[in-house]
Protein backbone atom coordinates (compact mmCIF):
# COMPACT_ATOMS: atom_id res chain seq x y z
CA UNK A 1 0.00 0.00 0.00
CA UNK A 2 1.16 3.64 -0.27
CA UNK A 3 -0.20 6.87 0.68
CA UNK A 4 -1.55 9.64 -1.94
CA UNK A 5 0.42 11.37 -4.42
CA UNK A 6 -0.22 15.47 -4.58
CA UNK A 7 -3.02 15.22 -7.06
CA UNK A 8 -4.74 12.69 -5.13
CA UNK A 9 -4.50 13.85 -1.88
CA UNK A 10 -5.92 17.09 -3.42
CA UNK A 11 -8.76 14.61 -5.02
CA UNK A 12 -9.43 13.01 -1.97
CA UNK A 13 -9.98 16.45 -0.18
CA UNK A 14 -11.84 18.39 -2.65
CA UNK A 15 -14.20 15.05 -2.68
CA UNK A 16 -14.62 15.12 1.43
CA UNK A 17 -15.37 18.76 0.89
CA UNK A 18 -17.81 18.59 -1.50
CA UNK A 19 -19.82 15.69 -0.21
CA UNK A 20 -19.87 17.73 3.47
CA UNK A 21 -21.25 20.62 1.04
CA UNK A 22 -23.70 18.33 -0.84
CA UNK A 23 -24.92 16.81 2.62
CA UNK A 24 -25.88 20.22 4.23
CA UNK A 25 -27.62 21.15 1.02
CA UNK A 26 -29.52 18.15 0.85
CA UNK A 27 -30.86 17.72 4.43
CA UNK A 28 -33.43 14.68 2.16
CA UNK A 29 -30.25 12.43 1.86
CA UNK A 30 -29.23 10.02 4.82
CA UNK A 31 -26.03 10.82 6.01
CA UNK A 32 -23.93 8.39 8.90
CA UNK A 33 -23.49 9.51 12.21
CA UNK A 34 -20.01 8.99 12.19
CA UNK A 35 -17.16 8.21 9.20
CA UNK A 36 -13.61 6.78 9.72
CA UNK A 37 -10.71 7.24 7.51
CA UNK A 38 -8.42 4.58 7.61
CA UNK A 39 -4.42 4.79 6.59
CA UNK A 40 -2.36 1.71 6.10
CA UNK A 41 1.80 2.43 6.17
CA UNK A 42 3.36 1.06 2.87
CA UNK A 43 4.41 -2.41 2.65
CA UNK A 44 7.54 -3.17 4.94
CA UNK A 45 8.54 -5.07 8.18
CA UNK A 46 6.62 -5.12 11.43
CA UNK A 47 9.06 -2.35 12.68
CA UNK A 48 9.40 -0.25 9.61
CA UNK A 49 5.25 -0.18 10.03
CA UNK A 50 5.18 0.43 13.42
CA UNK A 51 7.74 3.14 13.12
CA UNK A 52 5.26 4.67 10.50
CA UNK A 53 2.58 4.81 13.16
CA UNK A 54 4.82 5.82 15.31
CA UNK A 55 5.24 9.15 12.70
CA UNK A 56 2.24 9.83 11.88
CA UNK A 57 1.33 9.68 16.29
CA UNK A 58 4.12 12.28 16.37
CA UNK A 59 2.69 14.24 13.56
CA UNK A 60 -0.89 14.24 14.62
CA UNK A 61 -0.35 14.69 17.98
CA UNK A 62 -1.26 11.40 19.23
CA UNK A 63 -0.26 8.41 21.22
CA UNK A 64 -0.33 5.09 19.42
CA UNK A 65 -2.08 2.04 20.97
CA UNK A 66 -2.18 -1.41 20.48
CA UNK A 67 -5.88 -2.60 19.62
CA UNK A 68 -6.70 -6.19 19.01
CA UNK A 69 -3.16 -7.18 18.26
CA UNK A 70 -2.62 -3.78 15.76
CA UNK A 71 -0.51 -0.97 16.39
CA UNK A 72 -3.34 1.93 15.81
CA UNK A 73 -2.95 6.06 16.44
CA UNK A 74 -6.20 7.94 15.81
CA UNK A 75 -7.32 11.61 15.82
CA UNK A 76 -11.02 12.93 16.32
CA UNK A 77 -12.32 15.43 14.68
CA UNK A 78 -16.34 15.29 15.90
CA UNK A 79 -17.64 12.13 14.98
CA UNK A 80 -15.06 11.79 11.82
CA UNK A 81 -12.10 9.65 12.71
CA UNK A 82 -8.83 9.70 11.25
CA UNK A 83 -6.72 6.21 12.17
CA UNK A 84 -3.82 5.06 11.05
CA UNK A 85 -3.37 1.25 11.29
CA UNK A 86 -0.04 -1.36 11.27
CA UNK A 87 -1.30 -4.91 10.94
CA UNK A 88 1.65 -7.65 11.64
CA UNK A 89 2.62 -10.00 9.30
CA UNK A 90 1.16 -12.91 11.10
CA UNK A 91 -2.40 -11.21 10.70
CA UNK A 92 -1.87 -10.00 7.50
CA UNK A 93 -4.14 -12.15 4.93
CA UNK A 94 -2.80 -10.61 1.82
CA UNK A 95 -0.41 -13.36 1.12
CA UNK A 96 2.29 -11.24 0.80
Known amino acids: MTYANSTEREALISGLRSLADY ?11 YSDVFIFPPDGTDAERRA ?3 LIAAQIGETPENVCGHYVVTRNFGPVQYRAVAIPRDNDTSGK
Open 23 to 33: LEASPEVPAPS
Open 52 to 54: EID
